[in-house]
């Protein structure tokens, strides 16, 4: 059987998703969990953009170990070293090259001709071997190119020593037929294919990454790009998953293997909608949230009978399992420790300590305590980033005939303490309004959204907020029982996150184009 490789790009293509915003850690985080699903590839920014992009590759090339690991670069010697840079401490680096070959982009973005186009990509091609054995070549916009002339493009860049030439369907343009037939025809025509990797990188404007990455996959591709949870620019990226579950679950039909971990799917989905704020549709193929329940009764009712009867695949071999174990007050450390096993979690003992506690606390607000509000309270520490404010005490006074006001009182890193009143439109508008001036930020609330984290009326509240100040965007999380609680811890960690990112700048994307 075939082997399909896995290029992973969350952390790139992913993070360029309207609204998200890793910071460092965060980026660590999902490479490492990315590194656990056995993705082959790992496409962990574009250095070039900001010194903050940079630190960003350098660390997570540090942290894993067992994939290769691409940072993306211009057809530009100064991108180029910065890639070189960012990688020095990767165990297997590779760069990631590309330069537009459609006429709409030569005409317009380039103002280059053809052979313009061809040198440009030689010279960088030549000058990346300098630094890199593994070149991915990638002809951006190639679903409308010339064929004639991608074939011309990837004979050159195999000439110039790329490894991978990745066929780009950058707006989201193809369908499956004609996605496939390129790959098909680059197969047939170009000199010396068979020391290269073809690899599929589609964009899902048209609903069809997933369709056309498969379709390339059965015209010959080596390698599928795509993001967990199919997040990306504009509509988004190939959900990989989704590749990874179609080749498992219609293996016969396919006759190609990838080597993910699939019960690691589940949460490798999880961890990037939490870190990205990037909620995963109920009807979600694969890890949406209804994506494994049966409302009907006739559904039911056969599934009761024989699984298979409606059931194509088993969530357990994504890793979603409900474990019976139901936890609550009187639950004590050894079945909050069994617990956090069953949940696939590798915690340090000080990590399952402090985790103890939350749940004590929850247990006293909340008779039964869900699997979901357990992973909540783990999740939320995952990432430490540096508290400059900590919420110490909320007060809200509200009624539908009054101006709401709030309370705030927070702990500010250098030990002092600091409290302010202020009235809102809302509850929620009071407390960031005396947030505003405890903190004395200067911000915009870009975006707000909460969610149940469970069911019932105790369920946990999870509330995402996206800061803005001048051209720099935050996110930042807050949980509890209450919303307005969660609310107000959410708007002070994109406040920490905010006075963090000034000491590391990131650029700011709209003026760089990527493919
Ligand atoms: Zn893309």
């Known amino acids: 059987m075939r082997k399909i490789y896995i290029f992973d790009t969350t952390l790139r293509d992913g993070e360029q998703s309207p609204g998200v915003n890793l910071n460092t850690q965060e980026k660590v985080e999902i490479g490492l969990q990315l590194e656990k699903l056995g993705v082959d590839r790992i496409e962990a920014g574009f250095p070039a953009a900001s010194p903050g ?43 990631h090259l590309f330069l537009a070959t459609s006429p709409i982009h030569r005409q317009y973005k380039l103002r280059m001709e053809k052979h313009q186009v061809l040198e440009a990509a030689e010279a960088a091609i030549k000058y990346a071997k300098k630094y890199f054995s593994k070149i991915e070549f990638s002809a951006e ?25 990745n066929i780009p369907d950058t707006v989201g343009y193809m369908t499956p037929d004609e996605y ?65 579950m179609a080749l498992e679950t219609r293996q016969e039909f396919y006759q190609a293997k990838t080597s993910m971990v699939l019960k690691e799917i589940y949460r490798s989905s999880r961890l990037v909608s ?42 357990d071999t994504i890793g979603l399992k409900e474990s019976k174990l139901v936890l609550g007050k009187h639950s004590g450390r050894h079945a909050f420790r069994e617990k956090l096993v069953d949940l696939g979690y590798e915690l340090s003992e ?25 992973r909540a309270l783990i999740e939320e520490k995952l990432i430490e980033t540096p508290e400059v404010y900590v919420l110490d005490k909320i ?51 870009e975006d707000y959204s909460i969610k149940s984290v469970s069911h019932g009326k105790d369920a946990l509240g999870e509330v995402h907020v996206v800061l803005k100040q001048n051209d720099v965007s935050v996110q930042g999380r807050g949980i509890s029982t209450d919303i307005l609680e969660a609310s107000a811890k959410a708007y002070l960690d994109a406040v920490n996150r905010l006075i963090e990112k000034r000491k590391t700048p990131t650029s700011n994307r709209s003026n760089v184009t990527l493919i």
Do not use: W
Not at 196 to 213: E, F, K, P, R, V
Not at 359 to 367: Q, Y
Not at 410 to 428: F, H, L, P, T, W
């Open 350 to 374: 000080e990590q399952v300590n402090a985790a103890f506690a939350k749940f004590k606390d929850l247990a006293d607000r909340k008779k039964q305590v869900a699997d979901e509000d357990i």
């Open 395 to 445: 007060q809200v006074a509200y009624g539908n005939q009054t101006t709401p006001s709030a309370t705030i009182r927070v702990k500010i890193q250098d030990g002092g303490v600091a409290q302010e009143s202020a009235d809102g439109n809302g509850s929620v508008d009071a407390i960031y309004n005396a947030i505003d001036k405890v903190t004395m930020e200067d911000v915009e609330l």
């Open 274 to 315: 939490k870190l990205t704020g990037m909620v995963v549709p109920g009807n979600k193929a694969i890890i949406g949230a209804n994506a494994f329940a049966h409302e009907s009764g006739i559904h039911q009712d056969g599934m009761l009978k024989e699984k298979t009867t409606y059931e194509i695949m088993s969530p």
């Open 53 to 95: 992009d940079l630190a960003g590759v350098d660390a997570v090339a540090r942290a894993v170990k067992n994939a290769t690991i691409i940072g993306l670069a211009r057809s530009r010697e100064r991108d180029i070293e910065a890639v070189s840079e960012a990688l020095k401490h990767a165990q297997d680096p590779c760069l």
């Open 141 to 165: 916009d190639a679903g409308r190119t010339e064929i004639d002339f991608l074939v011309e493009v990837t004979a050159m860049a195999i000439r110039a020593g790329a490894t991978v030439v």
């Open 180 to 244: 496939g037939n390129i790959f098909k025809t680059l197969k047939e025509q170009v000199p010396g294919i068979e020391k290269i990797q073809l690899s599929a990188h589609c964009h899902d404007d048209l609903g069809m990454a997933t369709a056309n990455a498969l379709a390339a996959i059965l015209n010959g591709a080596d390698q599928v790009e795509g993001t967990i949870n199919g997040i990306g620019e504009r509509a988004g990226n190939t959900a990989i998953e989704e590749v990874a």
